[in-house]
Nanobody, 130 residues
């Protein structure tokens, strides 16, 4: 069993920044590819960004390109999502997920697929005011 815990959400004004953190733990050894998704009320879960277990490759959804950056702690299953130039439409619950058993993140299509990920956090609320 793997536990995934997000932190760092909150309220910010449009144009501001937030940094989300996510830690996955529970299995001894190994590093996981990790992803961020978000879900706004009444909308489907949307892919935001993902990073491979090595940190060598990153993938972004269209809404995140140029504004958000995903990174990871080199030694741990801890990832970060730096969000800049936030807009009211970025308001959502942000979920972190770990890909433990699934396919390798070879392309954005795989990275953006919900079923690629095996363990999910409870989510952290991000609210951007106009």
């Amino acid at each position: 069993q793997v536990s995934v815990v997000e932190s760092g959400g909150g309220l910010v004004q449009a144009g501001g920044s937030l940094r989300l953190s996510c830690a996955a733990s529970g299995r001894t050894g190994g590093r996981y590819s990790m992803g961020w998704f978000r879900q706004a009320p009444g909308k489907e879960r949307e892919f935001v960004a993902a990073i491979t277990w090595s940190g060598d490759n990153t993938f972004y959804g269209d809404s995140a390109k140029g504004r958000f950056t995903i990174s990871r702690d080199g030694a741990e299953n801890t990832v970060f999502l730096q969000m800049n130039s936030l807009k009211p439409e970025d308001t959502a619950v942000y979920y972190c997920a770990a890909a433990v058993f699934g396919p390798a993140l070879r392309d954005t299509g795989i990275a953006a697929t919900v079923s690629t990920y095996d363990y999910w956090g409870q989510g952290t609320q991000v609210t951007v005011s106009a």
